[in-house]
């Protein structure tokens, strides 16, 4: 039985292998693995893009450049990739997610709200996809339909943050004065 390698005993193979065959798609998209595996984001960042260089139709090596870039928090960069893995394939519900995590990161509901609802036309049941669109909905005043959203990502295991159902419950409590003082 072969010996599992280590993180670092992976990181050393598939930099020799890159080296060895420096024009090797493969080669460098499992050395963006390794990198990712022990949280390297720059080193992972550049082996993600020589591979996506070396084949730009390489769906999977955009993706997870879209999500080492999100994890460095350069939201701007991880949309161009995210866009660019989505040009390639449509249906990676992932990819969806993760464009919508920039957004809420750059302050954009709508198009965080649009990422998420595309998630879920994907994967219906997806937890943190029914709870960031709540979160959309919720910054552009959709109460209803963002305690709808709110209530499918609890039933699917999402524990929403306390500042969401702070919020919630400002927004309901708003309302609720507004309706009495109407009166």
């Known amino acids: ?42 080193s992972a960042e550049k082996a993600y893009k020589r591979a996506v260089d070396l084949n730009p139709e390489l769906v999977q090596g955009w993706v997870n450049l879209a999500g080492v870039l999100l994890l460095q928090w350069r939201f701007e960069d991880s949309l161009e990739a ?31 709200a649009r990422c998420n609802r595309r998630v879920l036309e994907l994967e219906p049941d997806h937890p943190a996809g029914n709870y960031f669109l709540a979160v959309g909905l919720m910054a552009q005043k959709n109460t209803k339909e963002a305690v709808f959203y709110m209530e499918r990502a609890t039933r699917f295991g999402h524990r929403p943050t306390p500042e969401f159902l702070k919020a919630l419950e400002s927004v309901e409590t708003d309302g609720l004065h507004v309706f009495e003082v109407g009166k």
Request: aromatic share 8%; hydrophobic share 35%; no cysteine.
């Open 82 to 112: 995210g866009k660019k893995a989505a040009a390639l394939d449509e249906e990676l519900s992932l990819v969806h997610f993760n464009m919508g995590q920039a957004y809420l990161y750059l302050g954009d509901s709508e198009n965080l």
């Open 1 to 42: 039985m072969e010996r599992k390698m280590t993180p670092q005993e992976r990181i050393e193979h598939w930099t020799k292998r890159a080296e060895e065959s420096p024009e090797s798609v493969a080669n460098h998209y499992n050395l963006g693995l390794a990198y990712t595996e022990v949280s390297k984001m720059t």
